[in-house]
């Protein structure tokens, strides 16, 4: 009885008599079967129609003899697996052509058992490189899809996590009523000179929640202190102090704000080691607190305080000039004056007017 395949040989041999035989053997068999009598017309078989499942070449042919097929033939049809034909004599030149790529080789004179035997073979190697190929290809596709899923749910917590930072901040601000609104602007201040510096995106996130909560150790400040109208004495500054440590101490113990607590700790440093609480100098102290240095700054001379009130941008541009390489790291001011003086009134504005949002402003493109 005649099995029915699907799968497709290519039988090259310059030899009209011995394609002739080889295909009965395999027609009997129930394969599909195409001849070429070369090298170059199995290519241009192969250029028309490349659904083969196998090829069997002879070794020693006219024209393109089977060593050269074999190389066209794995470099632009890979998945063709290719058994080579060869005479007793030709045995180590066969032997080189499976070194190349080719899958078996098949002695003259052969049995139709042996032929069908090899066949079966390789069509089985190929077919579970294929099956191979195609689970992999799926897998790669399931990771990719869970690997999406779980940057979207990622995405979906840190956005959750900013919506509670912004509360805290929200809080503070009651508690400080002075400062209300300056930890938004003065994290988009800083969100603004990062981009500018060309800092990657992942590190401004970590910045501007640094940014943000640079004064949540105030939270631990007695209100006597933290909300006294006049001038503090020497004992109530130290306490007053004591707001970037407690800071850190509340948010480093959280994962995903241990980055940030390094910039609460040092939001007070100054680039000639003169500030607190550590006396940290140049690039010891992260970038994400030079930033905010000078960010920080711009909003406190901008703003209206008891005892003044709000200057120009001008005024401030000036000044943080002025103190650059003491107070302020020297090029994060000279990207700071290198860009727009409008841009600082328009982000106060979008702030004031609740347009400005800080759970989505370090993402914002």
Request: charged share 30%; hydrophobic share 40%; net charge negative.
């Amino acid at each position: 009885m005649l099995v029915e395949r699907s799968e497709r040989i290519l039988v090259v041999d310059d030899e009209e008599a011995i394609r002739d035989v080889v295909c009965s053997m395999l027609l009997s068999a129930g394969y599909q079967c195409n001849q070429a009598s070369s090298g170059k017309e199995a290519l241009a078989v192969l250029e028309s129609d490349s659904e083969f499942s196998l090829m069997l070449t002879d070794l020693m042919m006219a024209e393109m003899d089977g060593i050269g097929l074999l190389e066209r033939a794995k470099e632009k049809y890979p998945e063709i697996p290719v058994v080579m034909v060869t005479a007793v004599h030709d045995i180590s030149v066969a032997l080189a052509a499976i070194r190349n790529g080719a899958y078996d080789y098949l002695l003259k004179p052969f049995e139709r058992e042996q032929l069908l035997a090899t066949a079966r073979r390789a069509l089985e190697n190929r077919r579970l490189k294929m099956e191979n190929r195609r689970y992999q290809t799926n897998l790669e596709n399931l990771v990719a899809e869970r690997t999406e899923k779980l940057k979207r749910a990622n995405a979906e917590l840190e956005r959750s996590y900013d919506i509670t930072l912004e509360a805290l901040g929200d809080a503070l601000d009651l508690k400080d009523a002075e400062t209300e609104g300056h930890s938004k602007r003065v994290t988009a201040f800083t969100i603004a000179i990062a981009r500018a510096m060309g800092i990657p995106q992942e590190s401004i996130r970590v910045i501007a929640r640094g940014a943000f909560l640079h004064d949540i150790g105030k939270m631990a400040i007695p209100d006597a202190i933290l909300r006294k109208p006049g001038a503090l004495n020497p004992e109530e500054i130290a306490i007053m102090r004591e707001h970037c440590f407690r800071g850190y101490q509340m948010l480093r113990k959280i994962p995903f704000l241990a980055e940030a607590a390094e910039i609460v700790y040092s939001h007070q440093e100054r680039f000639d080691g003169t500030g607190y609480p550590r006396g940290l100098k140049g690039e010891g102290i992260p970038v994400g607190a030079r930033l905010f240095s000078v960010a920080d700054t711009l909003d406190a001379i901008t703003s209206d305080r008891p005892y003044r009130p709000a200057q120009t941008v001008q005024a401030a541009r000036e000044e943080i000039e002025r103190w650059s390489g003491r107070q302020f790291d020297p090029d994060v001011v000279k990207t700071f004056m290198g860009m727009p003086a409008n841009i600082w009134e328009d982000l106060r504005k979008q702030i004031d007017s609740q347009v400005y949002r800080f759970a989505y402003s370090a993402s914002a493109k």
